[in-house]
């Protein structure tokens, strides 16, 4: 007979963090299943993941026990969970499609992503690179450490950046995300200290705490545009806070997106960044420079300066990786991204990285070596697009939601709004009976902070902006009405 595989079981008190202030007025079984579907529609809770027995999940929540069986028993009857002998209640993986936020009409609105559109002229660059290339079909078709003519090509761009760099010194991965989990697993053990910001980007997080690492925080200000004539003083960063939290804390690998982060948009300034690399490197941290974004400038286009080259003493160059990702500028599709760092490291990583996959396509690499051919055009048409809908984000906050206060980006692809009250996760769950896909503020920090805001991206086109502006002001309404106590939103299904 086959082994029969338990499901791992989801303590009720990690749950209890995981679902932070999810109780307001009104149907409280029907918020707690629609709280539950929230978590696992954005990754926290995986599929065949056995959820809390009834009675100890009752008396974590301080609720009655018939209040979680009516939400399990909701869970079932939407197909978020089922029930499994031995198990209890495990949550089933999802078998839905999403079409997207570029399939045309307008229905659904996912702002879960922060990805834009392909680039306009990537059909053309396709067509071109098969003509040029033909001899790429007659190749393995996949390696660790990339083409020598696209590690060349990033290195010289690093170079022209004002960051000189070899191209010993560049691993091509199947992404950023890989980059970064590919880094944490080489280089974090169980109980060794990390460091990130805080909010920040969720998969950094998830992958420096899937090596049992300890993870500290960096906080990061909001920045808030309705103060934007201070606000660009200190980038919205506490330096000797910062500062303090990074010596105190001595991590072996700290986590940063220096250049438009994600999700504020702002950028650290320059001084803090010299003086960052000197505390972390200097204490003998690692230290990822997530670069994803960071050529993705709001106004004119401009060139960054890596931020390794704010190192003040050279050998500290050598304690940071530089991920960096055509994710965002070209397409989400074209999963090709790239490490900058020491040759001993990027041997290191390589070596890891066999363990886990076989390495990035050929022809993916050879359409990325087209696009660096031709890069600044494409940063320049980007960044007239995201400029556009930025605007136009904004001023629709201003006209519909003049209460939140958005972050002063600089760049990027969202914003961090601060929505005044600690209800982000029951505004998601009101979202998404509007066919609105909203991740609450919480997916960016760690479980229960951030109740008082939401990541809110402008990578889609004006008109979905507009619209997705135009449901957030009827969730809200129904959202603070129900936390007044008058009324609640009758939760039905989550939107997948």
Avoid at 252 to 271: E, F, S, V
Avoid at 391 to 416: D, N, T
Avoid at 451 to 461: C, G, I, K
């Amino acid at each position: 007979m086959p082994e029969m595989r338990t499901a791992q079981r989801l303590s009720a008190r990690r749950l209890a963090d995981l679902l932070g202030r999810w109780r307001g007025a009104g149907h409280g079984y029907r918020e707690l299943a629609e709280s539950v579907s929230l978590l696992v529609r954005d990754g926290r809770i995986v599929p065949g993941m056995s959820l809390p027995a009834e009675r100890p999940l009752s008396e974590t929540l301080g609720v009655s026990r018939t209040t979680v069986a009516a939400a399990y028993q909701r869970l079932r009857e939407s197909g978020v969970v089922h029930s499994r002998r031995g198990s209890g209640t495990v949550v089933r993986g999802s078998g839905s499609t999403r079409e997207g936020l570029w399939s045309g009409a307008i229905s659904g609105i996912d702002l879960s992503s922060a990805c834009p559109e392909p680039w306009s002229g990537l059909a053309a660059l396709n067509a071109r690179a098969a003509a040029e290339h033909a001899g790429a079909f007659k190749l393995i078709g996949y390696d660790t450490l990339g083409l020598p003519e696209l590690r060349a090509a990033i290195a010289e761009r690093y170079s022209a950046r004002g960051l000189p760099t070899s191209p010993e010194q560049i691993m091509v991965t199947l992404g950023a995300q890989h980059a970064i989990f590919l880094i944490a697993r080489t280089l974090l053990r169980r109980g060794d200290r990390s460091l990130i910001e805080s909010p920040s980007y969720p998969h950094a997080r998830e992958a420096l705490a899937s090596t049992g690492a300890l993870v500290a925080e960096l906080p990061v200000s909001a920045g808030s545009a309705a103060g934007a004539g201070s606000a660009q003083e200190d980038g919205g960063y506490d330096a000797s806070g910062l500062l303090e939290i990074a010596e105190r804390t001595t991590p072996k690998l700290a986590y940063l997106i220096p250049d438009h982060h994600n999700p504020t948009g702002l950028r650290m300034p320059d001084g803090l960044k010299s003086s960052l690399i000197t505390a972390l490197a200097g204490a003998g941290a690692y230290v990822i420079a997530d670069e994803t974004t960071a050529e993705l400038s709001l106004g004119e286009s401009a060139r960054i300066t890596p931020f390794a080259a704010h190192a003040e003493q050279r050998h500290h160059q050598d304690a940071i990786l530089t991920v960096g990702s055509l994710g965002k500028t070209v397409w989400g599709g074209l999963r090709v991204g790239w490490i900058r760092a020491a040759p001993e490291l990027i041997g290191r990583l390589e070596a890891a990285r066999r363990i886990g996959d076989l390495g990035t396509g050929t022809w993916e690499q050879v359409l990325a070596l087209h696009a660096l051919n031709q890069y600044d055009d494409i940063l320049a048409e980007r960044a007239q697009q995201l400029t556009a809908r930025h605007r136009v984000l904004v001023a629709g906050l201003a006209e519909r939601l003049p209460e939140w206060r958005p972050s002063s980006a600089v760049g990027g692809v969202c914003i961090w709004v601060d929505i005044g009250e600690r209800v982000s996760s029951r505004l998601s769950r009101a979202a998404a009976e509007l066919d609105l896909h909203l991740p609450p503020g919480p997916r960016f920090g760690s479980p229960g902070t951030f109740e008082r805001y939401v990541r809110l991206p402008f990578s889609a086109p004006e008109a979905t902006l507009a619209e997705a502006v135009r449901r957030l002001d009827q969730a809200w309404r129904s959202t603070t009405v129900g936390a007044g106590g008058t009324a609640a939103p009758v939760l039905t299904g989550a939107v997948i």
